[in-house]
């Protein structure tokens, strides 16, 4: 092993290339590591033309190299780049920008040395000269466009990507890594060399400051910027240098490190890597499995969360998820895979089920279960989710069993039973059907072991619908969450012919009965209630009070209306309520306008109906079989 400190300038001007491994995430940097490193490098330009020096050169951390084969007459050395790519990267990425800046501001020469730093000129000595000449050669998936930032002009790359830009001409945030980051460098390096002005015709700027201004940014960035280079000998572990590099600091994805050791372990055994690349692992260079998200108070990449969640449906244990790359690491050794494609089919078979979950479609039982999950943030449930989508169960089964998984969550929320055992109980189930069968029977079977615990059984119809009649939900159960029940409880109430699609916007809670009902809503016996419920009331009266104060939170007082544009209309009588309710062409709110008057005894009517439909709605599973027979 060979480590030295050098400038990038130095780095880049040998006649070598630098070769990004199949293995190798994309480029991945944007404004927040970008916008500091400008700041940098203007910076040190600034002292540099105030002093005509720079203090200190600035280290940008290591750049792990090794040999991509012994050396041939004739042909440009290449070096793989086990470590240190995005910073390379993003050198080169300056370098094309201000190579064009450059050009743009009629300065060739500076243009023609800063083109050098990116490709071999073509006197230098190459065998391919279509591929060598490019200093570095990006991941399978950035190539493309890399070549074009680096062989295309700015009008071109416009032209080439139209989809990447506004009408305007400016860049969009959602535009690839790569050419996001040479057009922030453009912007900014033109911003820098013009001290920020913007004239119509280029003739009118004093050129040489221009140049100058021009001169310290590429001088800063060719000299005093430096990496500690690390080549390696052809007998030296790359992964393991690489883990121990990427052990501290911030720390990569853990499917980066998956993917690094993936494609390690494929090239050792001479399988093809741009088959594994093509077929199974260029689903996960798609933005989506990018994106951050948040489950619980966990914030990852969804791709991390993916692994988590795909690791507990194939090992049936409970993931962690700050130790993703190890558990990797034990489910691979456990499993034996005979080749590097069983090994990725193994997780690619669970994407479109995952991406269904994370980004559901209007319809589908799929997609109606992911909104119940997403709802109630209960990620926790995705393995077994998993399990059952990608099994070989017809699709009514799997369409039962969404139901269930479904059913079960909100039966528990309604009743008021803890949602802390989930993520042992879902992966269990995961378990014992992919070991016993994705049925429902065997789902039964499991939540038949469980019924004398509170914290994992599954509430029966009896219980489900006391809870219905007489527990207060609203102020126990979020409202977003109380809105989905309700708004499911809409959609059952309807006829077949009707039951899909959604509701119209702006709908909230509201309570027909409200919660400030002492001014419009008489007590059965007609008494008048105080204020503050108490004073001067007899023992007759309190108890209906209590009565009242019972049902007024439950859910079958709540309903879902527009909200009216003086809020305290929500506080009227029922007469006046019942128009609004009327014309909200909701189902359930027709049948409650239909009640002459709306008191204790319409709420409990309502509560038996709605009882009976949220038991279909949200079903019980079947008596197992083991039970049944015995």
């Known amino acids: 092993m060979d480590a030295k400190p050098l400038s990038i300038g130095k780095i880049v001007s040998e006649r070598q290339r630098f070769i990004v491994p199949i293995y190798q995430r994309t480029y991945a940097w944007n404004q927040r590591e970008l916008e500091p490193l400008v700041?940098?490098?203007e910076g040190k330009a600034d002292e540099l033309l105030k002093t005509g020096k720079v203090a200190f050169s600035h280290y940008m951390g290591?750049?792990?190299?090794i040999?991509?084969?012994?050396?041939?007459?004739?042909?440009?050395?290449a070096f793989n780049v086990v470590d240190g790519q995005q910073r390379l990267t993003t050198f080169h990425l300056c370098f094309a920008a201000l190579r064009d800046v450059a050009k743009e501001f009629g300065f060739p020469d500076v243009a023609r040395q800063l083109s050098d730093l990116i490709v071999h000129s073509d006197d230098t000595p190459m065998q391919d000269r279509a591929t060598e000449r490019y200093k570095l050669e990006p991941t399978t998936y950035d190539r493309a466009l890399f070549r074009h930032i680096i062989d295309l002009d700015r009008a071109t790359l416009r032209q080439k990507y139209p989809d990447h830009f506004f009408?305007?001409?400016k860049i969009r945030n959602t535009a690839p890594g790569p050419l996001w980051a040479y057009w922030y460098f453009w912007d900014q390096a033109e911003d820098y060399i013009t001290e920020?002005?913007?004239l119509p015709d280029r003739k009118e700027y004093d050129h040489a400051v221009l140049h100058q201004r021009l001169l310290a940014l590429s001088t800063v960035l060719f000299e005093h910027f430096r990496l500690i280079v690390i080549t390696l000998a052809a007998d030296d572990d790359a992964q393991v240098i690489f883990e121990t590099l990427n052990s501290g600091g911030k720390p990569l994805a853990a499917m980066d490190l998956v993917r690094n050791d993936v494609f390690h372990r494929a090239n050792r055994r001479n399988e093809d890597q741009g088959a594994l690349l093509e077929e199974h692992w260029s689903e996960f260079e798609q933005p989506f499995w990018k994106q951050e998200q948040t489950q619980g108070r966990i914030k990852k990449p969804r791709i991390d969360f993916f692994l988590g969640h795909v690791l507990a449906a194939e090992r049936g244990v409970v993931i962690s998820l700050g130790e993703l790359f190890s558990e990797y690491k034990a489910f691979v050794a456990a499993r034996a895979f005979e080749s590097t494609a069983?090994?990725?089919?193994?997780l690619t078979k669970y994407a479109p089920a995952y991406r269904q979950l994370a980004e559901p479609s209007v319809t589908g039982e799929l997609s109606k279960l992911s909104r119940r999950l997403n709802t109630f943030d209960l990620s926790t449930a995705y393995p077994l989710?998993?399990?059952?989508?990608?099994?070989?169960a017809d699709d009514a089964t799997k369409a039962r069993l969404y139901d269930l998984v479904g059913s079960y969550i909100v039966r528990r929320a309604i009743c008021y039973l803890s949602p802390k055992n989930y993520n042992n109980l879902f992966v269990e189930v995961a378990a014992f059907m992919k070991k016993n069968g994705i049925t429902e029977d065997a789902f039964a079977t499991v939540m038949d072991a469980k019924k004398g615990a509170d914290t994992s059984r599954f509430p029966t119809d009896d219980e489900f619908a006391a809870a219905i009649r007489s527990r207060p939900q609203y102020g126990w159960i979020p409202q977003h969450r109380l809105k989905l029940i309700l708004e499911e409880l809409e959609f059952a109430m309807r006829d077949k012919f009707n039951i899909h699609g959604t509701l119209q916007d702006g709908l909230t809670i509201e309570h027909v009965m409200p919660q400030t009902w002492t001014t419009n809503w008489p007590l059965p016996s007609g008494a008048v209630v105080p204020a503050d419920f108490i004073s001067g009331v007899d023992e007759a009266v309190r108890l209906e009070i209590e009565a009242r104060k019972a049902v007024v939170q439950t859910l079958p007082n709540l309903t879902l209306l527009t909200p009216p544009a003086n809020s305290s209309a929500s506080n009227s009588d029922f007469e006046t309520k019942r128009v609004r309710l009327h014309d909200s062409l909701l189902k359930t709110n027709i049948a409650i306008a239909a009640e002459p008057v709306w008191n204790e005894q319409a709420i409990a009517r309502r509560a038996d109906v709605m009882a009976a439909a949220a038991i279909a709605l949200w079903p019980s599973p079947s008596t197992p079989t083991a039970n049944a027979d015995g």
């Open 39 to 41: 700041e940098q490098i």
């Open 62 to 65: 290591a750049l792990l190299l």
């Open 67 to 77: 040999p991509d084969s012994d050396p041939v007459f004739g042909k440009i050395q």
């Open 167 to 169: 009408k305007n001409g």
């Open 196 to 198: 920020g002005r913007r």
């Open 342 to 346: 069983a090994e990725l089919g193994a």
């Open 385 to 392: 989710v998993l399990v059952i989508a990608q099994s070989d």
